[in-house]
């Protein structure tokens, strides 16, 4: 490994553990008026759900985006950990019986296993709702104007036209809704899986105030790193190793499934994660060596096993 | 029916009709980029949840308690239609076989059985999602202070300590996840249907920027009144009519659920709706005849049939 290798690791398991702990602190500072009683088995779900593991990549890109622009690391931590319950929400509704129907998620039973439907339904809704409480936090930054762009660009990256969107869509090329509808792979994941990470990256280019040519720039290195990210994880589902992956492999194929893979072929999609780090890499010039982290982040998502 | 009567009648059906023709735009129009697919399925399925229908209380207490500050309607519609977008999620998400598995709302199928369970939680996840978009927006209040206050209160209001943590508490009594434990009616209610009522009343003062007293004075009617709702919801399900509810009646006892009917009687809970009216009443005396609509809403809340 070389230096910048170790030195990335470092700090990608920095942000994980500094993620770990702020969302813990959330969870059990959740506030709450004293005349509330505290529902102790919806906080419960919600901390089983969000805290133990995973790699924090998207709190990761805003940590690291807001770097660029030397954002207060608090500030990024507290907006990181508000975009990190969009994305445990969106894990426990996807993996319901009535949705993609998944027992296990990071090599542990999901959710509705370990806990009922009716909680995992419950704890969902409750982690979206308070990334909006946490999004809006005085501590993000004195500007109010600022805090509400966060706030807002979260609920378009997260609703209709991103996160939530792209997960119909995806449904409904399974066929599930009557016969299979035509899929446009690419246009899909910009939103299903693509949205959240962009959010990730320019969720520091709103924090940094940056100029427009900035925002844009990160605007456009989110994108590629999406789609790489994307196309990473149809290939793991292909090639990857089930016990690194916490998770069944082979899935995409059982669903009769549109990947990246099932329309660029192996090759054609290795290649094109070539193509996005390129693009990915050019974004980021303007930065100069102040990228470079953002430049192995992308490297990171398109090489990882898991 | 005296002049007031007719008077309030109105006023409320006006806001209903206002309300349900920007809610219709709202989801027409959902700000999607060009290169986003338009997931028509997915906002077809909160069309069928969020319009038709309703009559829109919570908007019409986000209006009236604006108007006590000379608020633009316009701004106050807006906002109402937000706290609108929560209310049908959760009903959505509370009617899901998982939760309290209804067939029907308001005298029609109820989403999952009018398309499918899947969609249910999606369409559910993405009005939550779009409420947070709606409540940012720049024509609510020039300042964005306000705003911002305005968001994180009605993600307090919808989250752990309101809505969503008053539903766990529920299901819990009713012994959905083991022993039935034990409720206390009043303080869950008061976050389960209540914090979104009492969002209504002091979304008024917020966007009025109004004294602390006002406020509280907001907050006061806003607790009293979702008592009350509560109360009536109860007495509905014991005495109501099912064909003008739309909904079975009946269903409380099937559940052998804690009201506040079964802990107060019927003739207790009467009593109580008084109490609660005159504690409103008392709340508002400091807005004199501003106070009338919001007087005339408590008791029409306390008396309805459905």
């Given amino acids: 490994m070389t230096g910048t290798a170790i030195d990335f690791s470092k700090r990608l398991d920095q942000t994980a553990e500094d993620t770990e702990a702020l969302l813990a602190r959330l969870l059990a500072d959740a506030p709450l008026p004293d005349e509330i009683v505290r529902p102790k088995r919806l906080i419960e ?4 759900s969000s805290l133990g593991g995973g790699k924090r990549l998207r709190p990761f890109l805003v940590v690291e985006s807001a770097a660029a622009f030397g954002v207060a690391r608090e500030a990024a931590l507290l907006a990181g950990a508000a975009l990190e319950c969009i994305h445990c929400y969106s894990l426990i509704h996807d993996d319901l019986p009535a949705m993609d129907n998944s027992d296990l998620r990071r090599g542990r039973p999901t959710l509705h296993k370990a806990y009922d439907d009716a909680t995992a339904i419950l704890a969902g809704d409750a982690l979206l709702t308070l ?30 036209g991103g996160m939530a ?24 994941q910009q939103m299903k899986t693509g949205a959240l990470l962009r959010y990730g990256c320019i969720a520091g280019a709103i924090l940094g105030q940056s100029s427009q040519k900035e925002y844009q720039a990160l605007d456009d290195y989110g994108r590629a790193l999406g789609e790489a990210f994307q196309i990473a994880d149809d290939l793991l589902d292909v090639e990857g190793d089930a016990t690194a992956l916490g998770k069944q492999t082979g899935q995409d194929a059982a669903l009769g499934k549109t990947t990246f893979v099932t329309q660029l072929g192996i090759e054609g999609a290795k290649k094109r994660v070539g193509d996005l780090l390129a693009r990915a890499d050019a974004a980021l010039s303007i930065f100069g060596a102040k990228g470079d982290v953002l430049r192995a982040a992308a490297r990171f998502v398109a090489d990882r096993k898991n």
């Avoid at 779900?45 to 089983?48: I, T, V």
């Avoid at 119909?168 to 690419?186: I, K, Q, S, T, W």
């Fill in 165 to 188: 969107g792209g997960q119909m869509l995806d449904l409904a090329g399974e066929g599930r809704f009557g016969d299979r509808e035509p899929v446009d792979v690419a246009r899909l």
């Fill in 45 to 48: 779900a919600m901390r089983y």
């Fill in 131 to 160: 990334a909006f409480d946490i999004i809006t936090r005085d501590e993000i930054h004195k500007d109010a104007n600022v805090r509400l762009l966060l706030t807002r660009a979260l609920a378009r990256a997260a609703g209709i």
